[in-house]
């Protein structure tokens, strides 16, 4: 492990991309394929389940360094990374260990799954006692399925196709979907040949994603030449139906077929050799149900009786990527969405069809468009997807041919009540806020955000949460409230869960308004006529 | 607080105080009479009528403190009475001239030790251990992940690093405060590697370190040199402050890195968006505060600044006294300014 422990070290030194490609390019040209495979396996995000869980690789170091359990939690705060703490903690050590990653992942670490505690603290302290703290770092990272790096896929991707002198489309197109990290799998990742692509059949295609586009769009030319459909808020999916079998992928790659049986047995209709992008939406009586509803179907494997009834899904098809296993996806938007409307069509009609068309919003130009927009709140949307009806159907994300037109956030001014260290790059600030606003003279919490500041404001909030803490409770700090901020957030609907009676969604930190004082902050008064402004299927 | 309002030393609002002798030690505000442990802007404030500092620390002091200031030295070692109490300083190895106070009245003693470390620095005197009955210590880096690697390992990382930018035809920027670790790094790098460029602050500084006896390779003022062709392949030292301004665009291509005992936390390095953070520190690590605790063989133990409730709890479950100390000292503050206002302007 010893190239691919250089490797991470390297990545993790440097934020410039082209040194980036160029350290996994060194790597990649270097490693054998068996530890190739698995490099490009965890370089690309997957990561095996947990092996062994933090915590006891928390006991089995504090034993070795033998500290007292509150020492580790503070340092643990401070580092802000498990891993990364123990690695730190354990005694110096020199050596390098030169077992192969393959070695290392297949022999050492997937074995010690369901093992007994004993065993796999004699492995792990073993591997220990064999490595220097980079190695550790690794290794720990490894085996308590914490593994990341600062690389996208698309930067991998890159480093392989400058390798192979390849397209990086083609080879992001193979790295898709379930595959083993085998030499054979990184071999094909590489190959030359071309003509063999359609071997696996439940491997999705690249999404194509949009960037958010800012003020009226009319830069974009004519209306007429985009169409506009609306910004649906839950799952982005590709539906895939060959040789009688039906995958549905989500965004993130994982196969979510089990967890909506209604779209798996509404694509069995589908003809063979068809795939479908579109969004899985909780989806009632005609209209859509706020995305915490659909949060309850995301965690659970296996889907109850009751839980189908009361957040049934459906599927707004935005896209065919694949007809008759024929790839089409360089033909332009306008003919895709013709072939999938005749497509949708063909299927038996139900009163509430699972698999829908979405809706194309017609309007004269942009400014009759901007006008629509403001409907997206009282139908559940986020505002417009715009994409142009001459385009391909693109990898990754892009800009020219789909645009996020985003509504928007709602906004308020809170006052910062509990700060909390936050992970990895601001593992020593205190970044992770909580805000409250106004319940008659009472400040109540409501939402929590991590971001939206810049480094200098940052500073100089830690400054004043180190100098005006109230009370401590563990790693969380209450502060004196004086601090006022803008919060964005894109939604609210009513909670029984917090203590506010309301939850917002994507909450983040707009504005560090040092202008105002606390009693300037929005009351919940404030927030409750907002979400009573449009229509609140929470409610219903 | 645990200090006693009788004991030889207190806690004022001006700083640490001893009421028999008169003076206090590393004053944050005016007073009449200080001793100060080194010139680190947290520990020197000017305006005091008289200071009191280590001989090996005066030229530094002066630089800090200013032309009109009434300073004297005192050799290491060495002791005055003042009012009775019996004063001696002795080398803390932070930077040049770094002192620990060591006061004496009716037989109770006390140690100032201000901030300080115990592995060895070629440009300032190494620290001794001075036994007493109180013990104040600092707790800049008072957690058991900070553990430093040894120096000779960090500064041949630091040439590979140089080296490599070398043949990339790059400059190799290294932020570290202006006063203490400049100069310990400029004694520590191969100068044979390329030349070596500083930051008017560094400059200034590490000149005052030359005259003081300290050997240091030959540096440029880089202002004095014109054109980004100059500067490929050279070491330029600069504090931290220099970081992200337009003074930096006349070296052209560059790496940046960050010598400091926080980059042993990579979180730490990321914030600072460099591309390389060496772990080097003037301040003791966990092994050497407990080291130097331990050595010290006092009955209490006052901690201050950085991990001082870590410090004391740790301290307190294992059999010793310990009391945490609120004074206004910053230790490792990564945005501490030793630069004063001497930053000269882009050009």
Redesign the interface.
């Given at each position: 492990m010893r190239l691919f422990t250089d490797l991470y070290i390297e990545l993790d030194q440097t934020n410039k991309t082209n040194e980036k490609v160029e350290a996994m390019r060194y790597y990649f040209s270097h490693a054998e394929a068996a530890d190739a495979a698995w490099a490009f396996y965890f370089l690309s995000g997957r990561k095996p389940r947990q092996i062994v869980p933090t915590k006891l690789l928390r006991e089995w170091a504090i034993e070795i360094a033998q500290l007292p359990e509150w020492l580790y939690s503070e340092s643990r705060d401070t580092v802000g990374d498990g891993s990364e703490t123990i690695a730190l903690l354990l005694p110096n050590n020199s050596l390098v260990d030169e077992t192969p990653l393959h070695t290392l992942v297949e022999d050492q670490l997937l074995p010690l799954r369901g093992e007994s505690p004993e065993v796999q603290k004699a492995a792990v302290t073993g591997a220990w006692s064999r490595m220097n703290y980079s190695q550790r770092l690794v290794y720990n990272k490894l085996i308590s399925g914490s593994f990341r790096v600062g690389v996208s896929q698309q930067l991998v991707v890159r480093a392989l196709s400058q390798i192979a002198e390849l397209p990086p489309d083609l080879i992001t197109h193979r790295a898709m979907g379930d595959w083993e990290p085998t030499p054979a799998f990184f071999g094909s990742l590489l190959s030359a040949d071309t003509g063999s692509e359609d071997s696996a059949i439940a491997r999705p295609y690249p999404f194509h994603l949009a960037h958010q586009i800012d003020g009226v769009p009319d830069n974009l030319g004519e209306q007429s030449d985009w169409q506009a459909e609306w910004k649906w808020d839950g799952i982005r999916s590709q539906v895939i139906k060959r040789k009688g079998e039906v995958f549905i992928w989500s965004r993130g790659e994982d196969l979510i077929t089990e967890r909506f049986p209604e779209i798996e047995s509404a694509a069995e209709d589908l003809p063979d050799g068809t795939v479908i992008d579109g969004e899985i939406l909780p989806w009632r009586d005609g209209a859509v149900l706020p995305f915490t509803e659909l949060q309850r179907r995301i965690g659970r494997k296996n889907v109850s009786a009751k839980i189908l009834k009361e957040v049934p899904v459906i599927l707004q098809c935005y896209d065919l990527l694949e007809m008759d296993a024929k790839d089409i996806r360089s033909l332009d938007f306008r003919s895709r969405r013709e072939m999938l409307e005749s497509l949708i069509e063909k299927l038996d009609r139900q009163e509430e069809p699972v698999l829908r068309v979405t809706e194309a919003v017609h309007a004269a130009d942009w400014s009759d468009l901007a006008l629509l927009r403001e409907k997206s709140r009282n139908l559940g949307v986020e505002g417009f997807m715009l994409k142009r009806r001459d385009s391909p159907y693109r990898t990754g994300r892009h800009r020219g041919d789909w645009w996020k037109w985003k509504v928007d956030p709602l906004t308020v001014d809170a006052v910062l009540i509990y700060a909390q260290k936050g992970t990895g790059k601001r593992s020593n600030l205190f970044t992770d806020y909580t805000f409250a606003v106004w319940n008659g003279d009472e400040l109540v919490p409501f939402a929590k955000a991590y971001s939206g500041l810049t480094d200098a404001e940052i500073r100089v909030v830690d400054k004043f949460v180190r100098n005006n803490t109230i009370e401590t409770f563990g790693p969380v700090r209450s502060v004196k409230p004086e601090l006022v901020f803008e919060i964005a957030f894109e939604a609210i609907q009513r909670s029984t869960r917090h203590k506010s009676g309301i939850a917002v969604r994507f909450p983040r930190i707009l504005r560090f308004r040092d202008d105002k004082k606390i009693g300037d902050a929005d009351s919940i008064g404030a927030i409750i006529e907002m979400l009573e402004g449009f229509r609140d299927t929470a409610d219903a | 607080m645990a200090m006693k309002r009788d004991g030889l030393i207190t806690l004022t609002p001006r700083g640490l105080y001893c009421g028999q002798g008169g003076f206090y030690i590393d004053p944050w505000k005016p007073v009449d009479k200080a001793i100060v442990t080194h010139a680190h802007s947290d520990h020197a404030y000017m305006d005091s009528r008289s200071y009191l500092v280590a001989s090996e620390g005066e030229r530094l002091a002066r630089i800090r403190l200013g032309d009109d200031a009434k300073i004297s030295g005192l050799e290491y070692g060495k002791t005055v009475s003042l009012n009775g109490v019996k004063v001696s300083l002795h080398p803390a190895g932070h930077i040049l001239g770094s002192a620990q106070v060591r006061i004496e009245h009716k037989g109770e003693t006390w140690v100032v030790s201000g901030d300080y470390k115990l592995t060895p620095d070629p440009t300032c005197t190494s620290f001794e251990i001075v036994k007493c009955h109180n013990f104040i210590t600092e707790a800049t880096f008072g957690?058991?992940?900070y553990?430093w690697p040894p120096p000779s390992q960090v500064f041949s990382d630091i040439d590979l690093w140089w080296q490599r930018n070398i043949e990339l035809g790059k400059a190799s920027v290294i932020f570290a405060y202006s006063l203490g670790k400049a100069q310990r790094i400029l004694s520590g790098v191969d100068p044979q590697l390329g030349p070596i460029f500083t930051h008017g602050a560094v400059e200034r500084l590490t000149q005052a370190y030359r005259e003081s006896g300290v050997a240091i390779p030959k540096t440029t003022y880089a202002g004095e040199v014109n054109g980004k062709a100059a500067f490929a392949g050279s070491l330029i030292v600069a504090p931290p402050s220099a970081q992200g301004s337009n003074w930096l665009r006349r070296f052209g291509p560059q790496s940046t890195a960050f010598a400091s005992g926080?980059m042993?936390?990579?979180?730490?390095?990321?914030?600072r968006?460099i591309?390389?953070?060496f772990v080097l520190s003037d301040h003791a690590d966990w092994p050497e505060l407990l080291s130097a605790i331990h050595t010290a063989e006092a009955e209490n133990v006052y901690v201050t600044h950085g991990?001082s409730e870590?410090v004391v709890?740790?301290l307190n479950?294992t059999g010793g006294n310990a009391y945490p100390l609120k004074t206004r000292f910053v230790g490792d503050d990564a945005?501490m300014s030793d630069e004063g206002s001497d930053v000269p302007t882009g050009k």
């Open positions: - | 957690l058991p992940i553990r926080w042993i936390v990579r979180g730490a390095r990321r914030q968006a591309d390389r953070g991990f870590e709890r740790y479950d945005d």
